[in-house]
């Protein structure tokens, strides 16, 4: 921690400042600058106690952490990628995976139809909403169980692995048991109890990005499945909260780069949330296999206009053969495959 | 709901557009303008399908709804003000109250010295965490059961009622058998398992607005705790998240008129969480009296620098008393008690 | 200025730093912490080149400045609180100063109702915009030198003082003949070369927070206007953007006791950008004053349906006398006159 | 436009708000819905008065515009790509073209070193800030007219294009003496009388989006400059401010489908400005490529460490040319040469 003092303090209130350090297990380092002086707490800051109080002394002007706060998930603690084997597809690794379906499960033929076609333009992970979290409490909350019971069963028909939403912590052994990854919304993505029940399924985590999460918190948030013995997690960045009204978020694909640069866990992007209007997402499909990211997470649907959620950002299944087919030379010229 | 027609589509685009309406339960009626055809859709937008899948379709400009998508929280719903009855202290009634204590319950000692010094000072509700949401696994997530405990004792011994934080749906009854206030944090503002499990104990709740939520989903996610079946449901705003930097957050004081419009619940304001910073508590909270707030909700602890949690935003003893003081003139001015 | 090095770097490394350190004329100072090697920069960070830059060497995790970086406005530079005489009226001083009119200057006949009016409810000086910034170059832009003789006119008969917005470095001197006080607004908000311009005409200037402004730029921007040998300048904040669709901008009260804080400029608040809408003015005037604000810029307008700008946000002339009346207490409590 | 009234409403007061609709030139179509009656405004709404300021009226809930407020920049208006030509290179055309240099000119050896350098990786356009707009008035102001002439130099020597930026409508003349390509800045943006400076110069002129700009702000700032007669405009992401600190600005890459999709101007991307960092511009430079930039703008410096201004966010040369070589396959595969 660095602590700046306030200018022209008596020598009384830095001592007190430097008791106060010594008491929460650091060393003080003086540093008198041109205006300021400014002392360096030199000790492990994610185990001593926190030195921010400080900044509550009335001659403390600032203090900044000089360690950064995660540490299972940060690229210091394992060198390589991690990658995520769901049913024999890598999450990670060279070959490039696409996660589709639809937003929400609706119906056996709905499912089915999207699987299948999702499958034969070459999807390997199905996606569909069986709990979902809906601004109002009078839209459609999902057909729960009954969801999960589809998704198993289009598993089954078409070998592809599926990943769904988990909404509640009693609902995690249940979810646990039908999906082959827990997915944390971006509303739940700071309810931490959430986040521990899903680690401790064992079951491969993968968590979105909450709307006005700074990368730091999204980190940190990763921490609490690592540290509850869960080493598959993967996290999803699928727009965040802006001024900017055109869009339904503002899909921030600097995060590509940035999760890798600070962290092992793969990323997945998914631009339908993100864009929030179907007529984007491919230029946002190609921008984020050409900055490196690991997988797509793609809203389809048979018939977005009556899908019973969000059918402003699903992609029809023709739209969804021709995506795929566009994105072949961005998958190659990015090495992957 | 109004659907924009794109300028120049054909009579046969234009009539799938009708039909699609018409299927979902509305009457469309046409309106021909300069440039672009209008369809009001009319029906209930609020049991009837959404039109807002619409907005897919390629002859589709633009889908806007004209109902509010809020029933029972509305001012509509309830002409007059609502008020709480909190042990015999109304919450948005003449009398302005004061809620105030630690971020967290540290210790018998810590909660019974703040609660004494601000039952002295004139607060009649008494908070303190006993479950803390914390962005690092590695940070003190609050005294649980043990904590809840000391809380009871401090009402016991003072006669406080008592508010605390509720963050696992798995621990709803026992937050609600001491507690008299349920509190729903930021982070969990869109968590509806635990907006409907806190319902469910028919205690009242007090809901935070999320960090990015917009009133519009404010409303909506107290939607959700009136919808089931609690009519005792305050709003508390503590800032929003924005570029800004200085603070912690940017407190959102235009919240006050707007919820007093809007809706027909209290509305409760919190500058500590607000500000991050002690020394800007005061202001915000003259501010808030004389905008029409009905409560405050003020972060009080015996020695800051030291507390566990979030010392920088806590005010001291003595500081309380003071603000309290100074307040006397603003809450006349606002016509309260 | 603070240097946290990455973990395990070399020696070689380490010494490149030092060597840049020096070389830009700071002293460093070294600290070996527990994980990380931090480096203190000694020497005004204000009069030598800046270290941000070596945040670009691959050695290096983080440069932190510790100096603040404004001089001249800074409650450093000037212990008490400044204050600005115009015609009479001092702004900054013991007693409250309202400024009032319309948001465009419309007509002789518009302006002389409304300065009549606002002056008979306790207004001291009269706003009124000649040249007006528009989103579209189709909307009114605001009727010039024809615009700046109507306020003359009336200040003429009513002894109100002015403010007016400069809009062109080329209409600086045109604008100052005519007005008391020069607005730059929040478009211009760091346009510098129009801030110079303002402040070498000797006027004393309202200088608008911009709409995605922090704190330390526009207290920045601030500096340009002293630092060009203008001593009368006041902030004054009028909302900024944010996500939140309810109101035009999110109007940010704290701004009051921070601006009190770190400097010693009056400052203003603007409700009416603010908030977009009148009927939420009310409440924020109040909040305004009983934070400690200086002055408030109000539009009023004879008749708001009809204006040629911005009609949502202008208060009639009936409610501006009403809104006099209402905040009256609230200027008592305040301790303001 | 729309106009929604409140629930209830006298007839009275809807035939206030009729007439006033029909007083604008207008002509209004009732609808009665469920539970509001929504009246629509037919009429062109760039050419008759705004009907916003009936939001006002106590008896109107809400008023939505359903045209566009752009016309000259839209798609609408211009069906095909437009395409300007600088020195022989067509921006907007199927050859992707790279304008890269320093942030700031700083001397002729600087210049000249970059200026061969990126002309031999593959750039065609020289970038250098001869006035630099700086947040302090204590920083580095750009050299003036002495950096214009360098750059003209440099295109003496290399053949290079040259854009800059103007800051101030008194240079207007000047600068365009020698630049082939205006710059409006992000703090300008919405400068407009800057902007018709610009415009009026005949000069190409790359604007680029203001830090919280909406797209269709900047689309009608952009509005300007072909208002004002110069059809060479061109629109330029460099980043918007959100709640992230890890990096300087996010990069919102979704600008680049939607400027395709509303506009005919071609779209540059400057993901130097938008990181902050130089560690970021490689995946953001591919992502730009891939979802169909038709430029990129990029900071480029032989020594960024000692860069007198935004170092930490500037290219090496060696850097450069590795980054011009991983682009090829993405350029490629985006169908540009």
Known sequence: MIIVLKPNISKKDEVAVLKEIRKLGYKPHIMRGVERTVIGAIGDERTHGSLETLSAWTQVENVMPVQKRYKLVSREAHRGNSTINVRGNLIGGKKFQVMAGPCSVESEKQLLTTAHAVKAAGATILRGGAFKPRTSPYEFQGLGEKGLKMLAKARKETGLGIITELLSQDHADMVAEYTDIIQIGARNAQNFQLLIAAAKTGKPVMLKRGLSMKIEEWLLAGEYILANEN???????????????????????????????????????????????????????????????????????????????????QVTLEGFVKLMEELKPFITAAGRE
Chains 1, 2, 3, 4 share one sequence.
């Open 231 to 313: 080493a598959n997690l993967m996290f999803c960045e699928r727009g965040i909260r802006t001024f900017e009204t055109y869009t339904r978020n503002t899909l921030d694909l600097s995060t590509i780069p940035i999760i890798k640069k600070e962290s092992h866990c793969p990323i997945v992007i998914d631009p339908s949330q993100g864009a929030g209007r179907a007529d984007l997402v491919v230029a946002m499909c190609k921008g984020a296999v050409a900055m490196g990211a690991d997988a797509l997470l793609i809203e389809v649907h048979p018939n977005p206009a009556e899908a019973w959620s969000d059918g402003a950002q």
